[in-house]
């Protein structure tokens, strides 16, 4: 019995400082992010720039802190590249990379060309899409798409068709299409924008039909409207779900104008409560903008 | 029951008919489960929800209390007053130890009597399926808008109209019930089907399962043949085994789809399985077209019994067409966004930096045996040497797999099938060796390719409608490019070099006929582990062993897999 007593505090303290040490480690992380954060920030002020600079112009330093400067120097060039780089990243949203590709038999000795969308949805940039392209074809500057991350629900099949067309066979009739790889990013990304700024719409709906979050549905239980979701892949389709059954549906274009909306009641289509809903609105926009006011 | 009339109809099967409970594949598709799972599909279908399709035997409330009495005194599992009471009755069962013997006979014999629906029999093989994720083989099939005929005219003129349209800014979509509505009217009349959907949790997919059944009904005859005469017991017993079952699973938005691939090997024959399959497959792009919008399928040339590999790979995701050692840039968790973000002012650190090696280093020498790093202090120079090759080897797994293939991250692939169609290298013997060393089932043989003496541009014509996808340009270029560059890019796989000495060889070229079939648990996290472990050299390792094609059937040439089948188009 009292070895077991006394085991039990030893385990707990051997937990505790398991814990303490974890919490330290995160802790020490955190602080060397912080460092990280610092440095760079320290990095690509201009004043350091004027520093690291003038002390080279001077010559009363040791070797030993020449290197360092040195050192510095490069580290500074590093950063500003970084920061032109994100500085592109952020205002052109499409920027391109050089890859090379691992595997020993790629195509064009492994040289791929990257393509990197930047997108924002919720007021922050989300994960960037890349677009892998090689140049399987000989002797030409055709490309094509090597890799991708780009969503299933985007057409980037149709896109590359249309714009980065392959080069036409031997026995084709058809002459050689042009391939326009700045049309075909140009027309990806507005897909992308497009997706997320639908997918974007559909949950201002939410929130403005007071769906947001879920406490909220529980305190205002009088909500006429109980779901609004997406109904299909490209988020092109609201569904709705009204509280006394009737269920609706609201096609909108690409653009997030609105094509359709159709309401099924009890007793058939409910052309009234559309009417009510959309009160003569041409974007998905107002909808929302109406469901708030109400 | 007064036996109805019974007339041959095209309608499907519906949910609530009841199949006798003495067939012995109810027998089977219950006893096959767990005691847990069975008592929770047992819960479920007391569900008050569920009642219209799977009513429980319950006394008659308010009849004659003596009549009905007598007529359950002697029964072993006496009917439940109410649907309450029987659930307590399940819910304590849930609690007490026992058999699952005892659990398919309460159902069987006392609360089912009169027969379970077809939905619970869907239910209980789904559940199954859930219990036993491995147990069905899917193939996947991408979902292919065909072109619209601009006029009659193109219709009736020729055939092109049957081409795919691959220019389409349309991503197919799919609607539960439309789908089986058309579904149901390609199937045909003597065969009647039973179709049930179910949401798997956990797994972004819709799941139909399609039971099917040789009659013309689609009453009580349909299923109790077996009880009306003994003659019929036989064929009645082949109809409800399990390979009359099809699944086919429709991931989120994604246009492919998964149809499972019979396992069973019961007494149905394989060709009335595979046909049956193959009406379904013929079926299903019909039913998801529509009038001036047809669809067609086409096999990936993927499959797996893992669906969580499956969508990795053609899912909803990002991964599909960034696979293997490109999955560095699929990664989608947040602080993924926030890394590689243009907001972040940190400097990137790749991957493979200094700075990750280091940690990794760290790691290692965190995990336990601080005896290595001593006796690396030590500075004996084989272990040094050796250390510096592990390290080595582990950093080219990661630049060849990033993220992927690792032996626990439940996406394995159980079989990989490749045919080599590359010629046999002369000079260098160790591409040979290299592909001995991990393979089992290699069977050279002296069988050569067909186009072989009809020379180049005849092998290259067979070769392009072999495969459609190939464009022809592709191997033109492979041939000029032997020319043009032959020192481009040094370290390359010998059998590459080979060629690139001269055309004339390469066209006479010994091409054994070569087929690698790999199997495991996790095929590529295995060849992941031979890298790290050293065995397979991870540079010169060709791309589709690190299963960045996402196919698991494929031909090589010019040791790419065929068909550019890495991009996902």
């Known amino acids: 019995m009292g070895t077991r007593v006394s085991l039990s505090p030893e385990l707990s303290v051997a937990d505790r400082l398991h814990d303490e040490i974890a919490k330290l480690r995160a802790q020490v992380e955190s602080l060397k992010g912080d460092v990280r954060l610092q440095t760079a920030t320290l990095m690509t002020a201009d004043s350091t720039r004027q520093i690291l600079q003038s002390q080279t112009t001077g010559d009363r330093q040791s070797r030993a802190s020449e290197a360092v400067k040195q050192r510095l120097l490069e580290r500074f060039q590093e950063q500003s590249a970084h920061k032109q780089q994100c500085l592109y990243r952020a205002c052109a949203t499409i920027t391109t990379f050089k890859v090379n590709d691992p595997d020993p038999n790629a195509v064009d000795g492994g040289n791929v060309l990257g393509l990197r969308f930047e997108i924002m949805s919720k007021a922050k940039f989300v994960r960037p899409y890349y677009v892998m392209l090689n140049r399987p074809y000989t002797n030409r500057r055709y490309v094509r798409i090597h890799r991708h991350t780009v969503p299933q629900c985007i057409p980037l099949a149709g896109l590359a068709a249309q714009h980065l067309p392959p080069p036409a066979a ?17 027309a990806l990304r507005r897909e992308l924008v497009r997706y997320h700024n639908r997918a974007a719409v559909i949950g201002d709906m939410k929130k403005a039909a007071g769906l947001g979050a879920k406490k909220a549905s529980d305190q205002e239980s009088d909500t006429a409207i109980v779901d609004i979701s997406a109904a299909d892949a490209e988020a092109n389709q609201i ?29 058939g289509q409910d052309r009234e409560t559309v009417r009510q809903f959309l009160g003569g609105a041409v974007r998905v926009e107002e909808v929302t903008r109406r469901l708030e006011s109400h | 029951m007064a036996p109805r009339l019974s007339l041959p109809t095209t309608a499907r099967l519906p949910s609530s008919l009841r199949v006798n409970p003495s067939t012995a594949s109810i027998i089977k598709v219950l006893s096959r489960l767990s005691r847990p799972s069975l008592l929770s599909l047992v819960l479920d279908w007391l569900d008050p929800n569920n009642q219209s399709l799977c009513p429980p035997l319950l006394r008659q409330p308010e009849s004659d209390e003596e009549d009905e009495e007598d007529e359950f005194e002697n029964d072993l599992y006496p009917p439940a007053h109410s649907l309450s009471e029987l659930r307590e009755l399940y819910a304590d069962m849930q609690t007490r130890k026992g058999s699952r013997r005892e659990v398919v006979d309460r159902i069987l014999e006392g609360d089912w009597r009169r027969g379970l629906s077809l939905y619970q029999l869907a239910m209980a093989d789904l559940q199954y399926l859930y219990d036993h994720p491995g147990t069905l083989k899917w193939a996947c099939y991408k979902i292919q808008r065909l072109q619209t005929p601009g006029h009659e005219d193109d219709v009736e003129a020729n055939r092109s109209y049957d081409k795919i349209d691959k ?87 994604s246009p492919h789809i998964f149809v499972s691939k019979s396992q069973s090997a019961g007494p149905t024959t394989h060709a009335e399985t595979r046909s049956l399959r193959a009406l379904v497959v013929e079926g299903i792009p019909k039913a998801l077209s529509r009038p001036r919008e047809r669809y067609a399928l086409k096999t990936v040339n993927l499959q797996t019994k893992n669906l969580d590999a499956m969508l990795s790979l053609r899912g909803p995701g990002r991964s599909n067409a960034a696979a293997g050692g490109w999955g560095v840039y699929a990664a989608d968790k947040t602080a993924d966004a926030r890394t590689h973000s243009p907001l972040n002012p940190l400097l990137p650190t790749p991957p493979l930096s200094d700075d990750t090696a280091e940690e990794n280093d760290e790691q290692v020498a965190d995990l336990g045996n601080q005896e290595t790093t001593t006796r690396k202090r030590t500075l004996d120079p084989e272990i040094t040497e050796q250390e510096k090759r592990r390290k080595r080897a582990r950093l080219v797994a990661e630049a060849r797999f990033g993220d992927n293939a690792q032996i626990d991250d439940g996406k394995g692939v159980e079989r990989v099938d490749v045919l080599i169609e590359d010629a046999f290298p002369i000079h260098a013997a160790d591409l040979e060796g290299e592909i001995d060393g991990q393979e089992e089932a290699q069977q050279p043989r002296s069988r050569k390719t067909k186009g072989r003496r009809s020379g180049v541009d005849a092998s290259l014509l067979e070769e392009a409608e072999r495969d459609e996808d190939e464009d022809p340009e592709q191997q033109r270029r492979d041939q000029n490019q032997e020319t043009d560059a032959p020192d481009e890019n040094p370290p390359r ?23 690698l079939s790999l199997h495991g648990p996790h095929v590529f996290a295995g060849i992941r582990q031979l890298v790290e472990a050293g065995v397979i050299d991870g540079e010169r390792m060709p791309g589709w062993m690190t299963g960045e094609e996402g196919v698991t059937m494929g031909a090589v040439r010019n040791g790419r897999i065929k068909g550019f089948r890495g991009s996902g188009l």
Not at chain 1, 170 to 186: M, T
Not at chain 2, 192 to 207: I, M, Q, V
Not at chain 2, 209 to 225: E, G, H, K, M, Q
């Open chain 1, 170 to 186: 031997r026995n084709d009739e058809d002459p050689p299409k042009k391939q326009d790889l700045s049309r075909f990013a140009r």
């Open chain 1, 239 to 267: 569904s709705m779900q009204w509280r006394d059954g009737r269920s609706g549906r609201l096609i909108m274009n690409n653009d997030g104008e609105i094509v359709k909306m159709v309401v099924q009641g009890d007793n």
């Open chain 2, 167 to 253: 220019t389409t800014m349309h991503v197919p979509r799919f609607h539960p019930s439309t789908f089986l509505q058309n579904l149901q009217a390609e199937v045909l009349p003597d065969v009647k089907a039973h179709y049930n959907f179910d949401r798997p949790k956990g797994l972004p997919l819709l799941l139909l399962r399609i039971f099917v059944l040789d009659s013309p009904y689609n009453t009580d005859l349909a299923v109790s043949a077996a009880s009306g005469s003994t003659s019929s017991t036989a064929r009645t017993v082949t109809s409800f085994d399990a390979s009359r079952t099809i699944y086919v699973a429709f991931p989120d938005a």
């Open chain 2, 493 to 515: 796989v010998a059998g590459r070099q080979t060629r690139e000495g001269d055309r004339d060889r390469d066209k006479w070229a010994w091409r054994p006929n070569v087929r």
